[in-house]
T-cell receptor
């Protein structure tokens, strides 16, 4: 079972690029890596998902090295509103076959002016 | 779409009472998940359903917890009897198979306090 490890907290300033890394040393072949953002008193919100190499969308990029034992969420030019907890999720559900999904403990990102 | 709907948003009950949490997933989503979130243990997957059938309940802490999904638009998580250590935020989430279960849409959560 893929266990994930993330830094507990990170600090940044507005306008900077922030990179949050998640370690998942025993990731399985079928597993995907997904990142979520959570604000206080809300449910987590999907940010991005990938399997290997690089994925980019309108809010973030996800870098996954060839061995897939880690992944890095990159947030370009953060603002105060990006202050939140970020979770990595590793696993996959195969339709009609089951599977496992494991959330990391989360990284609390604090963006300062 | 209104998103995933959970009720109640807050529940305060006394130890020993039965608690029922409710969830309406997004229409068309095949998967439904129940999570518990606490400061100590983070986000824990309790159980998930695929097409209304429970697939993995290995995260259910003990027999006091039970979950049902009688149809595609409704699920319940029941705790009987409740204990103070059950105090947590309980989230329901749903997803389609397209993202191998990874792109989940979470509800606002139910904050449960057991005194």
């Amino acid at each position: 079972l893929a266990k994930t490890t993330q830094p507990i907290s990170m600090d940044s300033y507005e306008g900077q690029e922030v990179n949050i890394t998640c370690s998942h040393n025993n990731i399985a072949t079928n597993d995907y890596i997904t990142w979520y953002q959570q604000f206080p008193s809300q449910g987590p919100r999907f940010i991005i998902q990938g399997y290997k190499t690089k994925v980019t969308n309108e809010v973030a990029s996800l870098f996954i090295p060839a061995d897939r034992k880690s992944s890095t969420l990159s947030l370009p030019r953060v603002s105060l509103s990006d202050t939140a907890v970020y979770y990595c999720l590793v696993g996959a559900l195969i339709y009609n076959q089951g599977g496992k999904l494991i959330f990391g403990q989360g990284t609390e990102l604090s963006v300062k002016p | 779409d209104a998103g995933v709907i959970q009720s109640p948003r807050h529940e305060v009950t006394e130890m020993g009472q039965e608690v029922t949490l409710r969830c309406k997933p997004i229409s068309g989503h095949d998967y439904l998940f129940w999570y518990r979130q606490t400061m100590m243990r983070g986000l824990e997957l309790l159980i998930y359903f695929n097409n209304n059938v429970p697939i993995d309940d290995s995260g259910m802490p003990e027999d006091r917890f039970s979950a049902k999904m009688p149809n595609a638009s409704f699920s319940t998580l029941k705790i009987q009897p409740s204990e103070p250590r059950d105090s947590a935020v309980y989230f329901c989430a749903s997803s389609t198979p397209n993202r191998v279960g990874g792109e989940q849409y979470f509800g606002p959560g139910t904050r449960l306090t057991v005194t």
